[in-house]
């Protein structure tokens, strides 16, 4: 059973901090990893992509990728009370096929 | 403003009805996706089409009965639903790899949030 394992939170941070999500995968064929953001009552929106190893910043998000751990984590630095969502993280293997976790809930404390 | 678009954002029905999901895309994606997502649980994969063609059924129930009548759209029509199928259905779209499979990148629409009495 292919599996992405998300600490399903809720996780409190101060705004301003950074937040921390982790999850870990167990296929080790999964080429490419997604977190997406999904606010409350609302669809799943694609904040960042990681296909290789180490890490790929995008404005206040860092994608960080381990695949010998088989871990994959998002920082989010100055975080904001906007930043309170359900942060999915997802794996693909190449075909259509993506392994969601069951998601973390973040909330941010103005 | 998202560039996938589902109508109706709401329905409700009862378990006799007929009614259907719509989803419109303007990506130039060649992919389009059904999903199912209870509360506070991932979405959880029903159907995939590539370049109009279903690809991926992932043993849905016939009462959920996918078509894709262009590149553009996808429908999901439902019949004969049960309480249990109430749930938010999203609609999602990917460009396709030059080898066949997908990018990764998937594009949601809004979703439609079904009640079934």
């Known amino acids: 059973q292919k599996e992405v394992e998300q600490n399903s939170g809720p996780l409190s941070v101060p705004e301003g901090a950074i937040a921390s999500l982790n999850c870990t995968y167990s296929d080790r064929g999964s080429q490419s990893f997604f977190w997406y953001r999904q606010y409350s009552g609302k669809s799943p929106e694609l904040i960042m992509f990681?296909?290789?190893?180490g890490d790929k910043e995008d404005g206040r998000f860092t994608a960080q990728l381990n695949k010998a751990s088989q871990y994959v984590s998002l920082l989010i630095r100055d975080s904001q009370p906007s930043d309170s969502a359900t942060y999915l993280c997802a794996g693909g293997t190449g075909g259509f096929k993506t392994i969601f976790g069951a998601g973390t809930r973040l909330f941010v404390k103005a | 403003d998202t560039e996938v678009t589902q109508t109706p954002k709401h329905l409700v029905m009862g378990m006799t009805n007929k009614k259907s999901l719509k989803c419109e895309q303007h990506m130039g994606h060649r992919a389009m996706y059904w999903y199912k997502q209870k509360a506070k649980k991932p979405p959880e994969l029903m159907f995939v089409y590539s370049y109009e063609k279903l690809s991926i059924n992932e043993s849905v129930p016939s009462r959920f009965s996918p078509e894709c009548p262009n590149s553009s759209l996808l429908n999901l029509h439902l019949h004969a639903l049960q309480p249990e199928d109430s749930a938010l259905y999203l609609c999602?779209?990917?460009?396709?790899?030059?080898?066949?499979?997908?990018?990764?990148?998937?594009?949601f629409g809004e979703g439609s949030r079904l009640t079934v009495l």
């Open positions: 990681i296909y290789s190893n």
């Open positions: 999602a779209s990917s460009q396709v790899h030059e080898t066949g499979g997908f990018t990764g990148e998937l594009f």
